[in-house]
């Protein structure tokens, strides 16, 4: 059975920086793409960033553009997000998925298309 767990959430003050971590069992993902969404309290689940399997190409939402970073670990089933210059627009539950399939062209920002997710790290930032 795959799991896929986030950790590093915290509270923050406005401008700092958090450092997410997902780590993934069960079966090898390192060879799938991987991302992370967010749900902040009464607002839909948003996309936020995702890396391709082989951790060469990445993209994000425009909203953390230039303040986050996603890349994966040397051990392929690991994935890290570096949050900086956070805002109190950023506070949320942040989760991690991964895709089942291998080898995957693309990166999906849709939610539901992929397949194994964590229980969410929850990130507060202060203003």
């Known amino acids: 059975q795959v799991r896929v767990a986030e950790s590093g959430g915290g509270l923050v003050q406005a401008g700092g920086s958090l450092r997410l971590s997902c780590v993934a069992s069960g079966r090898t993902l390192g060879n799938v793409a991987m991302g992370w969404f967010r749900q902040a309290p009464g607002k839909e689940r948003e996309f936020v960033a995702g890396v391709n399997w082989s951790g060469g190409r990445t993209t994000y939402a425009d909203s953390v553009s230039g303040r986050f970073t996603v890349h994966r670990g040397n051990a392929k089933n690991a994935m890290y997000l570096q949050m900086n210059s956070l805002e109190a627009e950023d506070t949320a539950v942040y989760y991690c998925?991964?895709?089942?399939?291998?080898?995957?062209?693309?990166?999906?920002?849709?939610?539901?298309?992929?397949?194994?997710w964590g229980q969410g790290t929850q990130v507060t930032v202060s203003s």
């Open positions: 998925v991964a895709d089942r399939t291998t080898y995957g062209s693309g990166i999906e920002s849709t939610f539901d298309n992929y397949d194994y």
